[in-house]
């Protein structure tokens, strides 16, 4: 089993930037395979990121793409969220969550994660 600890979050005004930090227990980090996930008031959550296990292949929501890196340290059992050019339709609460994936596979859908964190709250002001 794996805990997840986001952190990073905040307030920031539109164009701004944040790097969310999701710090993982355990010794099999590098098994999992992680993914950044958000959920707005009153909207279901959403996939954000995903990233593979050793890092060599990242996905992005099209919201996201060219705006969000996604990127992991194994020896840190971390992984990050850079977010750049933030706009006010990304206020959410931002969720890290793990796949033990068997095979590998990266999914983008919230029902494949095992493990997920607590959240951390990211605001954008217009």
Do not use: H
């Amino acid at each position: 089993q794996v805990q997840l600890v986001e952190s990073g979050g905040g307030l920031v005004q539109a164009g701004g930037s944040l790097r969310l930090s999701c710090a993982a227990s355990g010794r099999t980090f590098e098994t999992y395979v992680m993914g950044w996930f958000r959920q707005a008031p009153g909207k279901e959550r959403e996939f954000v990121a995903a990233i593979s296990r050793r890092g060599s292949s990242t996905y992005y929501a099209d919201s996201v793409k060219g705006r969000f890196t996604i990127s992991r340290d194994n020896a840190k059992n971390t992984v990050y969220l850079q977010m750049n050019g933030l706009k006010s339709e990304d206020t959410a609460v931002y969720y890290c969550a793990a796949d033990r994936a068997v095979y590998g596979v990266v999914y983008t859908t919230s029902e494949q994660y095992d493990y997920w964190g607590q959240g951390t709250q990211v605001t954008v002001s217009s």
